[in-house]
């Protein structure tokens, strides 16, 4: 049974640090990319990064490029999401999730390429 469960969430000031996990079981993350999504109130759900299985290769979205650090253990079967320079725009509800078989270790920005996600931690940050 594929599971994939967040934590590390919490409330911030701004420029404040978060490390986010993402405990994957019933899949081996040696396979498959995980992508980390976010999505505030009102807003559509956004991709933040992504980290391709084959060889590491980590991907950002422009708006937290240079801020926010994807990386993987794989003993732990675990991903991280470390968050820097916290700013109030990046306040909300954070997701990761397994990429469908179909894309197997690639990496994608598309909601819909993913098949099982976590159940969310929440990040604010606010002064």
């Known amino acids: 049974q594929v599971q994939l469960v967040e934590s590390g969430g919490g409330s911030v000031q701004p420029g404040g640090s978060l490390r986010l996990s993402c405990a994957a079981s019933g899949f081996t993350l040696d396979y498959y990319a995980i992508g980390w999504f976010r999505q505030a109130p009102g807003k559509e759900r956004e991709a933040v990064s992504c980290?391709?299985?084959?060889?590491?290769?980590?991907y950002y979205a422009d708006s937290v490029k240079g801020r926010f650090t994807v990386s993987r253990d794989a003993a732990k079967n675990t991903v991280y999401l470390q968050l820097n320079s916290l700013e109030p725009e990046d306040t909300a509800a954070y997701y990761c999730?397994?990429?469908?078989?179909?894309?197997?270790?690639?990496?994608?920005?598309?909601?819909?390429?993913?098949?099982?996600w976590g159940q969310g931690t929440q990040v604010s940050v606010s002064s």
């Open positions: 980290i391709r299985s084959s060889d590491g290769t980590a």
């Open positions: 999730a397994k990429i469908s078989r179909a894309y197997g270790t690639t990496c994608s920005f598309v909601a819909a390429s993913y098949d099982f």
